[in-house]
T-cell receptor, first 109, second 115 residues
Framework: GQNIDQPTEMTATEGAIVQINCTYQ??????LFWYQQHAGEAPTFLSY????GLEEKGRFSSFLSRSKGYSYLLLKELQMKDSASYLC??????????FGTGTRLLVSP | DAGITQSPRHKVTETGTPVTLRCHQT?????MYWYRQDPGHGLRLIHY???????DKGEVSDGYSVSRSKTEDFLLTLESATSSQTSVYFC??????????????FGPGTRLTVL
């Protein structure tokens, strides 16, 4: 079976740091993706982890621990435009992605 | 935007009618996917294709069929639409060797309502 868990909703303040967690149990693992999705729009690619450790890309960082089946997305210096849903997805093989249900992040002034 | 378009962007139809959604890409990508997105379920894979006439089922394929007769077009058909197929449908592509990560790029989506 495939199971990917993320918190349903989080709130944070502009300028703060927020960490969105993702735990997974899947039949295969060929990497983990994070996507951002604004309401009414398509998901857009944020980050990719296939090896353990932290990948940093500007204000966004993503961490992976394969032994723990755990990842997080770290957003720094939050801006109002970061209000969106954040989707965790595991590549289970042959580019087949299994998605979590997403975390809705609300950034307030 | 990886040159992906979807048509129609919005459709309202009645239960029992056939519906075909089209995904069109302009950059000759080999891998294409159809997902549906529903509240509480996230994105779920319906069907995917690794090339012309090479398709396979995803997680939620019941009630759907696909065809890919040309590299650029991937069609999703609901033979007899049901209200449970009301959803937002996204097409996606993987650039393959032209990408560092093999991430998927998504089309703008089609909002389908079945009454």
């Amino acid at each position: 079976g495939q199971n990917i868990d993320q918190p349903t909703e989080m709130t944070a303040t502009e300028g703060a740091i927020v960490q969105i967690n993702c735990t997974y149990q899947t039949s295969g693992f060929n990497g983990l993706f994070w996507y951002q999705q604004h309401a009414g729009e398509a998901p857009t690619f944020l980050s990719y982890n296939v090896l353990d450790g932290l990948e940093e890309k500007g204000r966004f960082s993503s961490f992976l621990s394969r032994s723990k089946g755990y990842s997080y997305l770290l957003l720094k210096e939050l801006q109002m435009k970061d209000s969106a849903s954040y989707l965790c997805a595991v590549n289970t093989g042959f580019q087949k992605l299994v998605f979590g249900t997403g975390t809705r992040l609300l950034v307030s002034p | 935007d990886a040159g992906i378009t979807q048509s129609p962007r919005h459709k309202v139809t009645e239960t029992g009618t056939p519906v075909t959604l089209r995904c069109h890409q302009t950059e000759n990508h080999r891998y294409m996917y159809w997902y549906r997105q529903d509240p509480g379920h996230g994105l779920r894979l319906i069907h995917y294709s690794y090339g012309v006439k090479d398709t396979d089922k995803g997680e939620v394929s019941d009630g759907y069929s696909v065809s890919r007769s040309k590299t650029e077009d991937f069609l999703l058909t609901l033979e007899s639409a049901t209200s449970s197929q009301t959803s937002v449908y996204f097409c996606a592509i993987t650039p393959g060797r032209t990408s560092s990560y093999n991430e998927q790029f998504f089309g703008p989506g089609t909002r389908l309502t079945v009454l």
